[in-house]
């Protein structure tokens, strides 16, 4: 069955510093799509990226880059010289078929 | 430029009452879905739709009911409110599916 996994339930790290969050995936499916959302503590859910499983190579956006390991089953997200606005929680989904099935979520804190 | 909007914002019902959350998209979406947030638990995926007249269960169906009369609309029925349903819910809305989601505010209710 599809899962996604978040092992990090939190993490906190000072400002300007790298952090990365970490997103393990089980699916039985060839082709599927991942995604990373992130919810400011304001609570809306704002889109960040979608990467198929056909494509591996690593995206970079900014100070965010995201790490797609299909060997490992893991599609991480690492933010650069981090700063206060990064605090969020940040959430890991995957499809399956219609339905997009999220991670528990990472709670990250940005301390100044 | 309204996007996806839910209503109520804010809900108190006691046991065994019943409502309806309202979502409503003008982007021309034929997905959309519910959501429910929990602490500690992500979000969760309830009902969803790939268009009008098509609903189908997600992961935690039970106790919901869904419609989908029209591609705009997509509300989500309590039929008799338990407290296990005190949460926050989310309506979302994509072009097409495995896409972008995009999420309305949150509707949070509390069953007392």
């Known amino acids: 069955a599809q899962k996604v996994t978040q092992a990090q339930t939190e993490i906190s790290v000072v400002e300007k510093e790298d952090v990365t969050l970490d997103c393990v995936y089980e699916t039985r499916d060839t082709t599927y799509y991942l995604f990373w959302y992130k919810q400011p503590p304001s609570g809306e859910l704002v889109f960040l990226i979608r990467r198929n499983s056909f494509d591996e190579q690593n995206e970079i956006s900014g100070r965010y880059s995201w790490n797609f390991q299909k060997s490992t089953s893991s599609f991480n997200f690492t933010i650069t010289a981090s700063q206060v606005v990064d605090s969020a929680v940040y959430f890991c989904a995957l499809n399956r078929d219609d339905k997009i099935i999220f991670g528990k979520g990472t709670r990250l804190h940005i301390l100044p | 430029n309204a996007g996806v909007t839910q209503t109520p914002k804010f809900q108190v019902l006691k046991t065994g009452q019943s409502m309806t959350l309202q979502c409503a998209q003008d982007m021309n979406h034929e997905y959309m879905s519910w959501y429910r947030q929990d602490p500690g638990m992500g979000l969760r995926l309830i009902h969803y739709?790939?268009?009008?007249?098509?609903?189908d269960q997600g992961e935690v169906p039970n106790g919901y009911n869904v419609s989908r009369s029209t591609t705009e609309d997509f509300p989500l029925r309590l039929l008799s409110a338990a407290p296990s349903q005190t949460s926050v819910y989310f309506c979302?809305?994509?072009?097409?599916?495995?896409?972008?989601?995009?999420f309305g505010e949150g509707s949070r209710l509390t069953v007392l």
């Open positions: 979302a809305s994509s072009y097409s599916t495995p896409g972008e989601l995009f």
């Open positions: 739709s790939v268009g009008a007249g098509i609903t």
